[in-house]
């Protein structure tokens, strides 16, 4: 068996009995035509932008107003590539920035001066982010020095400063000199700056750490564009002008579809330093006539609550990812808004959007059809009987990981695990849950998500999170921790019996919590959500235990 490409689609060998191999998308481009269309260097794309939309064309703008031309962001990597050279050392520099001007400008002068971005989330805490810098080698740490005062980080830069140096971009500009600058405006047309090969690394960007210690992941060039000219199918952007993005950069969706894609493509990009200001990032919105808007489930629900009417109506749509669209938030924006929410799905892996609903064609529940040129298989979970663990194949499909010694761990077979249970019907893909996120009670693999879910059907304004804890007679229980103010848990048993759902749905125990643990990127924390709940439990079993005694 083959697919269009003429590749083998045998099912390997290692996949166990029973394995479905699901083919790639026929109505598009194949594997082998996006990863041709991708076959230049992410700055090569950058540098064709000035030709192809205008040098005069505004490309970005950030949330202190500032604002680029075409012309003058090619310039301005192209003099800092120079100072980077002169003044770092080592193959990899880290870069620790909010969504900002001088964050793009630091990412691609990396790229021009022959170095390798390491993408530093600034939220994960100091151990964490010094094992980021030992396992990506980094020469050196580019930040700000405003930055570090106004997000109150200077402990956390102090004790980077024991893994590489720190250097405060605004230490940089006074090095750039009159050669670096008269170099800058020649380079971009006498081709002065590097052109990469298409299958270097383009990025080391970290896993988001919600179910451990972040791995280490090595996007390359041809990754990256694979992955933007795949949306760029999927999506219907002929439609947007302005792309608005609150999103970190060192994320995955925050760097590809969120920053590279609308700057190589012509689009307008206006950046905001944090997704938590949402009535600021309503006003912005409005300001800049944004058409498209990157975010999650639970951001999204907070700017369609505190935007003025019509703050938000220039929006032809919103892309959701890292958690789940609760239709209420579909109802709340299209009934204040009038524009549809589309949902996806990716991992940090895969560059990270895997698949995506159409706004033209949105199918709740799901997260829409796998992007052109992805091939996919679904292995059987023992225990799980609604959900296949999923494999996928394809030019966005990551280098591999970068280990402490420095070798890349590569997918096996180009297939990569992404630990989550899903189901395909119809070409839709609808998320099942993290396998690492199933409780087994009682030989049943059982879904936290859907515990979760049980609860926000219940409880819509709150948050939720569940977590599984050994248990020596069922294997495990389910804890909730809500928000909710006083939680009637006899208000889940009702809904359970609405849906018709199994008892093993229901929690064992529910908790009211202050808040519920959330990564920087507005994930749930796994690793915080069960060590509270851990924590809880054995308390309230201390107080029972001594009121007996």
């Known amino acids: 068996m083959s697919d269009r490409d003429g590749a083998a689609t045998a099912i390997p060998d290692w996949a166990a009995e029973g394995t479905i191999y699901v083919p790639a998308r026929e109505d598009g481009p194949t594997s082998r035509q996006i990863a041709s269309e991708s076959d230049r260097s992410v700055l090569t794309a950058l540098l064709a932008a000035p030709r192809l939309y205008g040098g005069r064309t505004i490309a970005l703008e950030d949330g202190e107003g500032r604002i680029l031309t075409y012309t003058e962001l090619v310039r301005s990597v192209a003099a800092l590539s120079r100072v980077i050279q002169r003044e770092t050392k080592g193959d990899v520099i880290a870069i620790m920035l909010p969504s900002s001007i001088a964050a793009v400008i630091a990412y691609f002068a990396v790229l021009a001066a022959g170095r390798i971005p390491a993408m530093l989330n600034f939220t994960a805490g100091r151990p964490t982010l010094l094992a980021a810098c030992e396992v990506a080698n980094a020469g050196a740490i580019l930040t700000a020095e405003r930055f570090i005062t106004m997000a109150k980080l200077e402990p956390l830069a102090a004790a980077l400063g024991e893994a590489a140096p720190v250097i405060e971009l605004e230490t940089l500009r006074p090095k750039v000199t009159w050669r670096d600058k008269a170099f800058a405006a020649i380079a971009p047309h006498l081709n002065l700056l590097p052109r990469a090969d ?118 032809h749509f919103a892309v959701c990812g890292a958690e789940r669209v609760r239709s209420e938030t579909r109802t709340l924006v299209r009934s204040r808004f009038g524009f549809a929410v589309v949902e996806g799905y990716g991992v940090t892996e895969t560059s990270p959007v895997l698949a995506a609903n159409h706004p033209d064609d949105i199918r709740d529940g799901t997260v829409g059809r796998l992007l052109h040129g992805i091939e996919a298989l679904l292995e059987p979970v023992v225990g799980l009987h609604d959900g296949y663990r999923l494999y996928v194949r394809g030019p966005n499909v990551m280098e591999g990981y970068l280990g402490a010694d420095g070798a890349l761990t590569r997918p096996r077979d180009g297939w990569h695990d992404t630990g989550d249970a899903v189901v395909i019907e119809d070409g839709f893909l609808s998320i099942r849950g993290r396998l690492k996120r199933f409780a087994k009670i009682g030989g049943e693999m059982t879904s936290l998500v859907t515990v979760e879910n049980l609860a926000g ?93």
């Open 457 to 549: 059907a219940v409880w819509p304004e709150s948050h939720h999170a569940a977590a599984a804890l050994p248990d020596g007679r069922k294997g495990e229980i389910i804890v909730l921790l809500t928000d909710e103010p006083d939680p009637d848990p006899s208000e889940l048993h009702a809904r359970l019996k609405e849906d018709k759902l199994s008892e093993r749905f229901l929690p064992h125990q529910v908790f009211e919590v202050e808040a519920i643990p959330l990564l920087g990127t507005g994930k749930l924390d796994t690793v915080a959500v069960t060590a509270l709940a851990a924590r809880i439990m054995q308390e309230k079993q201390a107080a029972k235990a001594d009121k007996t005694a």
């Open 198 to 315: 298409p299958d270097a690394a383009a990025a080391i960007v970290f896993t988001s750490g919600a179910e451990g210690d972040p791995k280490a992941v090595m996007l390359s060039h041809r990754n990256l564009l694979a992955n933007i000219n795949q949306v760029i199918h999927g999506l219907p952007l002929d439609r947007v002008k302005v792309f608005f993005n609150p999103l970190p950069i060192f994320h995955s969706y925050g760097l590809g579809p969120g920053m590279v894609l609308p700057l190589i493509t012509g689009r307008r990009l206006v950046l905001h330093p944090s997704p938590l200001r949402a009535k600021e990032v309503t006003k912005r919105i409005a300001e800049t006539q944004a058409n498209v808007l990157l975010a999650t489930d639970t951001f999204l629900r907070q700017y369609a609550r505190v935007g003025d009417a019509g703050s938000l109506s220039s929006l």
